[in-house]
């Protein structure tokens, strides 16, 4: 069967993302809309509105087309969200850059998305240089955390600063957007499995999951969110910027999770709603240094981008007198949201990742024939359809295909029941993909690197739990009859200097032989029932 959303349809907003983010900053006007945690910033809603057009005439000025992508390469700052509304008033496609990659994964994202333009901060300018010449055809970097040194608006060498941009006097760009088709966001994902691939997210499915979210979780004037999950990612980005931002809230930027910085903000900012992920609800329900803290602003708190267990969220909440953690689903090609815990709803069933939100549709496929239905209350793939659903991935036609159907439904590879109140549990995971502490890790990726490895014969990378109950990535390694000596830390440490911290192997068993279809596909439950 198909499952219907029970709250009132949403209409499609068919808007850029910056008039459907900010269409309200001036009924907003000086109230606080972007604090810097862990300095004195201040930006008002006049002043983010107000500042990103000029950010948006300078990059104009600076050759900015409209179709251009460009690449945004920083931790959270107050200026994130200015570059990003800058860059899509300017025309341009945003893609979101982690800020730990190494050079040559971030020359890859820039050369698969055709990416012309870079802005980064100085701390990770060494890194954005050594990318940019790696993957050529970069424009111009700059950076947005400093204010200009040079009389030319650089930081004295040669990179310009987006701040220099506001004594721009060109005209606002005025690109006629086409909001259904033109791309706004480019995360990289790499969805049910493989490699990294450039999601299309258009203005309009963006904007539109904003509206679809904004009955279960709404905030506004008054409310304070802290934003410590990064905005690069989909969850920080929705969450802890554009809905926000859309609707009258203070966002508390923090540049890390640092938990003792964390504790703090909330106390002095007086926190009201945290969006966050597992690893801070585990923090939050253990550690001793909670108990150092006022903590009593907080109203809410709603955890996603990973599974959250169901005693975890309870000791949280009953250890800060909060009602239940909310949780909340959904995945990169979907905008990112498809269910949430409303916040209305004094006792939702443990576990549960919320229920459908406006406007869209689910059902729950048959394991063993995907071409069919679930039997009732069974659990199944996840099949999603709604607004909010991704163009598909750039550039490739055959993923795009293999992972949204002929009828439109996304097919999520998470296996999922519904309840007869409409409640959805997300139980496993069909597919191979890794969450280390709410980042993607591709084993495909970690397995042709660990290839690389002059000991190494076969390999084989697969997902398992550790003591914290974090899933963390494992390497299970055949070494080359030359190779009898290559040890565990010869492993972890050829991964480490090569790629981003979070996508670390963290763990390495030796075997005789990686067990292999007739196909060469690599039988990961074999794996997983010996890990």
Known sequence: ???????????????????????????????????????????????????????????????????????????????????????????????TVHPLATP?????????????????????????????????????IFVCDQAPKGPDGSDGDGVRSLQSFLAATGPVPDHPI???????????SSGTTGVPKGVMLTHTSIATNLAQLSPLVPMGPGDRILAVLPFFHIYGLTALMNAPLRQGATVVVLPRFDLDTFLGAIQKHRINGLYVAPPIILALAKHPAVADYDLSSLKYIVSSAAPLDAALAEACSARLGLPPVRQAYGMTELSPGTHVTPLDVENPPPGTVGKLLPSTELRILSLDDPSKEAAPGEAGEVAIRGPQVMKGYLGRPDATAAMIDGDGWVHTGDIGRVDEDGWLFVVDRVKELIKYKGFQVAPAELEALL???????????????????????????VRQPAAPGLTAEDVVAYVAERVAP????RSVEFVESIPRAVS??????????RA
């Open 1 to 95: 069967m198909v499952f219907h959303s029970e709250y009132e349809a949403v209409s499609t907003l068919s808007l850029p993302i910056h008039d459907a983010v900010l269409g309200r900053a001036a009924e907003f006007g000086d109230a606080p809309a972007l604090i810097d945690g862990a300095g004195e910033l201040t930006l008002t809603y006049a002043q983010v509105d107000a500042f990103h057009r000029l950010v948006a005439a300078g990059l104009a000025e600076a050759g900015v087309r409209k179709g251009d992508v460009l690449a945004l390469h920083s931790p959270n700052t107050v200026l994130f969200p200015i570059a990003f509304y800058a860059a899509t008033r300017a025309g341009a496609s945003v893609t």
């Open 520 to 529: 060469g596909k690599i039988l990961r439950r074999e794996l997983r029932d």
């Open 502 to 505: 979070y996508k670390k192997v």
């Open 451 to 477: 290839l690389t490895h002059a000991g190494i014969a076969d390999a084989a990378v697969i997902g398992v739990t550790d003591a914290e109950g974090t899933e963390i990535p494992k390497a299970f390694v």
């Open 104 to 140: 040559e994964e971030f020359a890859k994202q820039l050369r698969d998305a055709s990416a012309r333009w870079i802005v980064t901060v100085s701390p990770l300018l060494p890194a954005a240089r050594a990318a940019a010449e790696l993957a050529g055809g970069i424009e111009e």
């Open 178 to 188: 086409d909001p259904d088709e033109d791309i706004a966001a480019l995360p990289y």
